[in-house]
């Protein structure tokens, strides 16, 4: 059932949002927002994404950043993209949060990822997605 979800958020996504990321390694999984939460079926996957500098400006270089989709249970999909802290290469920090948001419906999920591929003053490009 994990796998056809994925799948179902793959398809509701499209190969344009994919790309505008250049997303690679798409996997499938039951994610928990929380150790105390309860695990969603997800999609999860890399992305290239310009991180913010602590200076609050966007740095100059991508990160690869992983992207989980999880279909909660009101069927809205829960979105959170994180990244290791720099130097960090064992996973042994917290890892940082770029955007995080909940409830988006299947027909804006597809410009939400397009609109992770911003390098304004805000996580997400808002002529496609608002928070």
């Known amino acids: 059932e994990t796998r056809a979800i994925a799948e179902d958020i793959r398809k509701q996504i499209g190969i344009g949002g994919f790309m505008t990321l250049g997303a690679s390694a798409l996997r499938h999984g039951l994610v928990a927002a929380t150790q105390e939460a309860t695990p969603l ?8 994404i310009l991180p913010f500098t602590k200076a609050g400006q966007r740095s100059d270089n991508a990160r690869i950043m992983s992207v ?28 940082v949060v770029h955007f995080e948001t ?30």
């Open 102 to 131: 909940t409830d988006v419906d299947a027909f804006t999920i597809g410009r939400l990822m397009v609109a992770l591929d911003f390098d304004g003053d805000t996580a997400t490009n808002p002529s496609y997605f608002t928070a």
């Open 41 to 48: 079926p997800s999609l999860i996957f890399n992305a290239r």
């Open 68 to 95: 989980v989709v999880s279909l909660n249970g009101a069927d809205y999909y829960d979105v959170k993209v994180t990244y290791n802290q720099r130097g960090d290469r064992y996973g042994t920090k917290p890892r």
